[in-house]
């Protein structure tokens, strides 16, 4: 069976055929500058290596862009005969609010309540809305489920979930922690457990999900107890381009001083915070790295504010769970920086985790495997796995579509 994930956002499409019967990707790709007016641009890759990588005539609309993913698909690529053979579509959604706690055949409801969350997810909802209709009109006949960034999250208690401001802007606005990346905490989560040969209600994890965009989460039994991000990608510790967690008076003080409105602040806080706002020179860690190997003290900060803030979270978490069993580290920076890594677990010894500087050095930037890297005599456990969002969406899919 083959399965298309997808992931709309508001100018692009990005997509991965996946052939579910040995999880291999056939092709991924990506369709971008849709609506811009400007020339769009697509670009697949099969087996890794690119077969279109090309700029296009201005792209209309995500039903435009659906059209060239299925023609790339087909006749330029030709990993599939035709789009008949594609069984189902898993939609990426940023926001399921509290509506969702596992993913969904979609449905007329399903995307009333996707419309319905556009207020929580402004940016990406509509986007994901627009990418499963473009979807529905280019494959009519092809179930299509949503899979919610925020869903695993939603086991946490109120305790975690709910802001300390008065009751009523939960029940009149619901304002609450709703937490991302949940499919990769959850996909993280539950291979972590079969990679020790555990099973997830014996294991308390903290996932150390580092990326662009980073979150850190509680994982205790197998459900997600707490999560870094908040009621939108913002909170937490410091990011590529967004700031984590701060003072809100943070926000009201640099907008009377600098004369910016809210959600001129917000976007500066989104956008050009983080790793880039601070180091004043990029949003990506390894650029950091460099620099603050070569002595930029705004980059040393900047990296030295990352690990401090992940260093909190695990300490809080570990107390939340009245203790840890494993420590795991994934996505972009969390598998492929072994100095990071090294520099968060310094110090732990405390807490019963300590590193193997050898095997946490075994493993190689840009080929990250599922591994163990505490010393042998350590109560807990410090691991390593790859996340699979695209793999954990075409799961998903297949199991809904296959009831
Ligand atoms: P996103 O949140 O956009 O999915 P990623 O998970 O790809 O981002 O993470 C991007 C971060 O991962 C960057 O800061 C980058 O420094 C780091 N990263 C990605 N690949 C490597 C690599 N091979 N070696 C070191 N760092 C890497």
Redesign the pocket.
């Known amino acids: 069976m083959k399965i298309l994930v997808v992931n709309a956002g508001s100018s692009s499409l990005k997509y991965q055929l996946i052939n579910m019967d040995d999880e291999q990707t056939l092709a991924q790709g990506l369709v971008e500058r849709i609506g811009m007016g400007t020339d769009g641009h697509q670009s697949c890759k099969v087996n890794g290596e690119k077969v279109l990588d090309t700029d296009v005539a201005p792209i209309e609309n995500h039903v435009q862009a659906c059209n060239m993913m299925l023609d790339a698909l087909t006749n330029v690529t030709g990993v599939v005969k035709s789009m008949d053979e594609i069984s189902a579509v898993g939609h990426r959604v940023l926001h399921g609010g509290s509506k969702f706690s596992e993913s969904v055949i979609i449905n007329q409801d399903v995307l009333d309540a996707i419309e319905e969350n556009i207020p929580l997810g402004p940016l990406h909802n509509p986007a994901n809305l627009m990418g499963i209709k473009a979807c529905q009109e280019v494959m009519p006949n092809t179930p299509m489920v949503a899979v919610f960034d925020t869903a695993f999250h939603q086991t946490m208690p109120p305790k975690a979930y709910m802001y300390g401001v008065p009751y009523e802007y939960y029940e009149k606005l619901h304002v609450r922690r709703y937490g991302f990346h949940g499919t990769s905490h959850r996909y993280v989560s539950k291979r972590t457990a079969e990679f020790l040969g555990k099973k997830p209600e014996e294991l308390r994890i903290i996932t150390c999900h580092l990326?662009?965009?980073s979150s850190m989460s509680a994982v205790d039994c197998g459900k997600c107890v707490d999560t870094s991000m908040g009621i939108t990608p913002l909170e937490g510790v410091v990011m590529?381009t967004r700031s984590g967690s701060m003072d809100p008076a943070v926000v009201e003080f640099i907008c009377n001083n600098e004369n910016l409105t809210v959600s001129e602040m917000l976007n500066i806080c989104n956008k050009k915070s983080g790793l880039l706002g601070i180091s004043g020179l990029s949003n990506?860690?390894?650029d950091v790295d460099k620099a603050a190997r070569e002595g930029n003290e705004r980059a040393q900060l900047a990296r030295d504010m990352l690990i401090y803030g992940i260093k909190k979270y695990i300490g809080s978490y570990a107390a939340a769970m009245n203790g840890v069993d494993v420590i795991v580290f994934t996505?972009?920076?969390g598998e492929?920086?072994n100095k990071l890594r090294e520099d968060v677990m310094k110090g732990f010894e405390f807490l019963g985790a300590k590193i193997d500087l050898d095997k946490n050095n075994a493993l190689i930037?840009?080929k990250a495997e599922d591994a163990i890297i505490s010393a042998d005599d350590s109560k807990v456990l410090i691991c390593v796995i790859p996340t699979n969002e695209e793999i954990a969406i075409a799961k998903d899919t297949l199991e809904l579509v296959s009831k």
């Open positions: 990326g662009n965009g590529g990506d860690m390894r996505a972009g920076i492929n920086n930037p840009g």
